[in-house]
């Protein structure tokens, strides 16, 4: 770990060290004590006869031996040693140390300066490690910290990794059964008469390489980790360093069921500033038009955040179909303030489309602009017999960024006037068959600033400092309700799961309600994966879902995209160069035909003529998959073919 200071290494005999010292005689326990930080702080002692358990780099570890430990669960016998380089002991050694006790980012520790070491024995039985378990840390916040009791000490646990490496490369992790949920509230300490959050003492970190073991950026959420090391405690955060350590488990990726015959669905999902002028912005294009049809199933309708412009959305809806053809979206899109924008893709079961953004000129009432990204309202009629009337409300408010700090009253209050905002909205429209969806930027309950989600819901409330308004009635169905525990989480921040991508409704008296899920391989996965272009995971960092509704109204049929060709075609798949398409067509009309490799690029392109069609081609593309693309004044269509020798 390389945030430890360092120090000058000094060795001097048994004898000198008795002879020259005055400073207090205490073992480490004592110099622990019970409390979060040391009685001795600032003070030169010497503790003897201790043995080195882990080093890293320009620090190391030394332990009571178990047969001098007080014993005592409340005071560590642990300390932490800092070195100005390479430390001159090994794991095993019996040392004699005398130094400056300090905090260092508030684990006790022994200063590099005026240090003494004298190494009296080499080859030691280590002392037993503390067991952290299902038990011990405690879920309760106390003033000393269960794990501030372990500080310093080895330490032994089978961990449950609660998200994906963040800053640092920190992993989250907790001895616990489940992984750890964002709760109501704000954090500890909190505000009086208002909800307060413990911050889950139970979730410490780990920095794999601090002790020289290899780092793995690959890990993710519900991997399991067997560890031995050390507990110290950096910027207010419990870190374990691992001496040794196993990992097993796979990435979580898990895509929503597949649509019933007669189900209309209705996707959402973050795409993560999906913008053109990114640097890896074809790879990650591709990415979410896989997440789009093999996570959520390709859903009629796909509300869209984040996304850069129309150019974007048409890429997007251009690869979905390379990998579907009879997803053949429609793009509903509305420029809004800034470089990042909501949308939708919209597939023929809804018709008769209008687009509308609302509220687009409301201003805050301490100044400025009250939605950078306007509610975008999105009204058609899905296509039953007779049709059936639907508006979708797609949001992206303001995020939790600096809800905290100088720029809190600004933030706080933008988002309670945007939350209004909407529920006004959600009123006037309330004798609909209306679904919102988005990432609301909140969780499902009160965040003790602002309880944006119950406020645009009109539902109960734990209290804000800006309290909700009653203006939504009756409330709407909050669809998180109706997920297990486990699975109401959209995004993972400092390794806590919490919901901020929601789905509400009115009653929807034309639907019955079949199924709401969440589509995996985002949240949960590592962002090493973000530009990786041959796998699912990273496509974002937020996991989208799908709405599964069934029409009362009978009869729901995929009608034909608007300008889609109806192409009587015939070819062998796979195919050479050498055979031909046939194609059945007596009018004479213009057809081109255009193979697309897999990443996008037209690699040869002719007109077809009615009958026989052999590829007259320029240069001959090697062989391998290619999604076929053929166009004329009726329309498109989509198909693809195995080019073999």
């Known amino acids: 770990m390389n945030r430890m200071p360092k120090l000058l290494l000094s060795s001097f005999f048994v004898f000198s060290f008795y002879v020259l010292s005055h400073a207090q005689i ?284 129309q150019n974007e959305l048409e890429d997007l809806a251009f690869h979905i179909r390379q990998l579907s053809p009879t997803a053949n979206y429609q793009v509903q899109f509305l420029s809004s303030n800034g470089n990042i924008h909501t949308a939708f893709l919209v597939q023929s079961t809804f018709q008769n489309l209008e687009l509308t953004q609302l509220s687009k000129n409301e201003f805050l009432s301490i100044g400025g602009t009250l939605h950078d990204r306007p509610p975008l309202l999105l009204s058609g009629e899905i296509t039953t017999n007779p049709p059936t009337p639907m508006k979708i409300l797609n949001l992206h408010l303001r995020s939790l960024i600096g809800i905290t700090g100088s720029n809190s009253t600004f933030v706080r209050t933008k988002r309670s006037e945007q939350a209004i905002s909407v529920a006004e909205i959600v009123q006037e429209l309330r004798d609909e068959n209306l679904v919102v969806v988005g990432d609301f930027n909140a969780y499902p309950f009160s965040d003790g600033y602002v309880d944006v989600v119950n406020q645009i819901a009109g539902t109960p409330t734990e209290g804000a400092l800006f309290s ?62 973000t530009n990786s272009a041959n796998i699912l995971e990273r496509s974002s960092d937020h996991d989208g879902f799908v709405l599964f509704l069934r029409p009362k109204n009978s009869g729901l049929t995929a009608l034909p995209n608007e300008g889609q060709m109806q192409l009587d075609l015939t070819f062998s798949n796979p195919m050479s160069p050498e055979q031909y398409l046939y194609l059945n067509q007596q009018e004479a009309e213009r057809i081109w035909v255009s193979w697309i490799d897999s990443n996008g690029r037209i690699v040869h392109r002719q007109r077809l003529s009615p009958g026989e069609n052999q590829m007259n081609w320029n240069t001959r593309p090697n062989v391998g998959l290619y999604f076929v693309q053929f166009r004329s004044e009726q329309g498109i269509y989509n198909t693809k073919i195995v080019l073999q020798d």
């Open 26 to 309: 205490l073992e480490i326990w004592e110099i622990q004590g019970a409390g979060l930080n040391s009685n001795y702080q600032g003070q030169q002692v010497r503790t003897e006869n201790n043995i080195v358990i882990a080093k890293g780099s320009n620090f190391f570890f030394i332990q009571t031996p178990a047969e001098r430990s007080d014993n005592d669960s409340n005071t560590s016998d642990g300390l932490l040693v800092l070195t100005s380089g390479s430390p001159g002991v090994k794991v095993g050694d019996l040392v004699n140390i005398e130094g400056t006790v300090v905090e260092e980012d508030n684990t006790t520790a022994i200063s590099n300066v005026n240090l003494s070491l004298n190494i009296l024995a080499s080859d030691q039985s280590l002392p037993p490690a503390a067991t952290l378990n299902n038990d011990f840390p405690g879920t309760q916040r106390t003033f000393v910290p269960d794990l501030e009791k372990v500080e310093g000490m080895r330490s032994t646990y089978n961990g449950l990794i609660c998200g994906p490496p963040e800053n640092r490369d920190w992993i989250p992790v907790t001895t616990k059964d489940m992984r750890r949920f964002r709760e109501p509230g704000i954090p500890y300490p909190g505000l009086p008469n208002l909800p307060i959050w413990d911050g889950n003492p139970e979730l410490f970190w780990i920095d794999l390489d601090a002790l020289g073991q290899s780092n793995n950026r690959f890990v993710g959420a519900e991997m399991r980790i067997q560890v031995q090391g050390v507990m110290v405690q950096i910027d207010n955060q419990y870190v374990s360093f691992p001496s040794t350590y196993t990992l097993t488990g796979d990435n979580l990726v898990q895509a929503v069921r597949n649509r019933a015959d007669g189900e209309f669905t209705i996707g959402c999902i973050n795409t993560l500033r999906l913008i053109k002028d990114e640097s890896a912005y074809e790879i990650r294009v591709r990415k979410m038009a896989a997440y789009i049809v093999q996570q959520l199933g390709a859903p009629d309708i796909v509300a869209i955040q984040e996304v850069g412009g």
């Open 468 to 529: 909700n308004q009653s203006i939504v009635n009756p409330s709407l169905i909050k669809y998180v309700d109706k997920l297990p525990e486990e699975e109401q989480y959209s995004f993972i921040f400092q390794g806590n799961a919490q919901m901020i991508d929601h789905c509400l409704s009115t009653n929807l008296d034309d639907f019955i309600y079949e199924d709401f899920q969440f589509a995996r391989g985002n949240a949960d996965n590592s962002w090493i994966y």
